[in-house]
């Protein structure tokens, strides 16, 4: 890509640390052996000699090479990030199979293609599962292009919840000196993060399903509010947040849980228990774009006391 192609205002350094930021995502997606052991054993399962295949977002090309490879006869990469083109166009040359890819720079939604697919592939899976748009994005490509019958990679995505104890987040700030923070303490409190490290995240209580959506069939506009889940009996001494992850399943029997070492992080949602011992545990939340609410109720011998918090932010990363 030309600096012409770029953006008005994008000083060099602007330009670098786009690259760098969009290069590091892919590394960590490419080191990520779970996801592309599953992706490439979902497509093994779903390309035929001569199918014609639809990837959209496809980042480093890995999967439209990968069709080809299994005997696609012909593929269709789609990538709105202009920065992957050389990427993507090296891939193809570098495992020879130049010819049978056709590259795409722009969005999946305003792109005209001819003819229907046998297969699409999507793997615009979000940290909470909806945030880079896998719903729009499928629900607009199966209408448009897959042909009937067609097989969709990913079928399902789904976002299951569990209360737990971040083994790092105890106490207030700043730890260690006697100084106040209670506004900084109600920020991070009010601010939903994901979490990088997962072995200090210790699951308290069997996970629940907040909601599965079928992509074939996904209604629009998606409906991701008021989605809720209980536990009994969860021990308030450890609670400090529900963690939320996603699961998509790719085709019947392949799943990716993102909770199983993934490149995909978990998020977490700051909850205070009110009681000692154990109570029950309503947790509420609404995911509308970067708007986050969530109420967490606490119920013992039949008192309930509940709190909610909103965020305006967007989801912030914290090396926790």
């Known amino acids: 890509m030309g600096l012409s192609a770029v953006k008005r205002g ?11 930021r969009t290069l590091q995502f892919q590394e960590l997606l490419l080191r990520d052996s779970v996801r592309n052991k599953a992706f490439y054993q979902a497509i093994k399962r779903s390309v035929r000699k001569g199918s014609r295949v639809l990837d959209i977002g496809t980042g480093t090309g890995i999967w439209a090479v990968t069709a080809v490879k299994l005997g696609a006869g012909e593929v269709v990469a789609i990538e709105r990030n202009k920065f992957l083109i050389p990427v993507i166009n090296s891939f193809i040359n570098e495992n020879s199979v130049a010819g049978k890819i056709k590259v795409i720079t722009g969005d999946s939604r305003r792109v005209k293609l001819s003819g229907k697919f046998d297969l699409i592939i999507c793997e615009t899976i979000g940290t909470q599962a909806f945030d880079e748009n896998i719903v729009p994005i499928m629900s607009d490509a199966v209408k448009r292009f897959l042909r009937p019958g067609g097989i969709i990679i990913p079928r399902s995505i789904s976002i299951f919840a569990a209360p737990a104890r971040l083994r790092w987040k105890s106490g207030g700030l700043p730890s260690g000196i006697p100084f106040k923070s209670q506004f900084f303490n109600s920020l991070v409190d009010n601010t939903p993060f994901v979490i990088s490290r997962k072995e200090n995240i210790e699951i308290l209580s ?3 399903r907040l909601i599965k959506i079928d992509l074939k069939g996904a209604k629009m506009p ?6 809720s889940c209980q536990w009994q009996g969860v021990n308030c001494s ?5 963690v939320t992850w996603v ?3 790719l085709t019947n029997k392949i799943k990716i849980d993102i909770l199983r070492r993934t490149s995909w992080l978990p998020a977490a949602y700051t909850v205070s228990a009110p009681f000692k011992g154990r109570a029950d545990l309503e947790f509420n939340i609404s995911l509308c774009g970067v708007k986050t609410r969530w109420t967490s109720s606490f ?5 309930v006391k509940s709190q909610s918090r ?8 914290l090396s926790g």
């Open 299 to 303: 119920k013992k011998h039949g008192k």
């Open 238 to 242: 450890k609670v400090n947040c529900v």
């Open 10 to 20: 994008t000083t060099l350094d602007d330009l670098y640390r786009g690259i760098r």
């Open 310 to 317: 909103t965020s305006l932010s967007p989801v912030i990363l």
């Open 206 to 208: 069997v996970p629940q």
């Open 222 to 227: 998606l409906k991701t509010d008021n989605l």
């Open 247 to 249: 699961v998509a399943e």
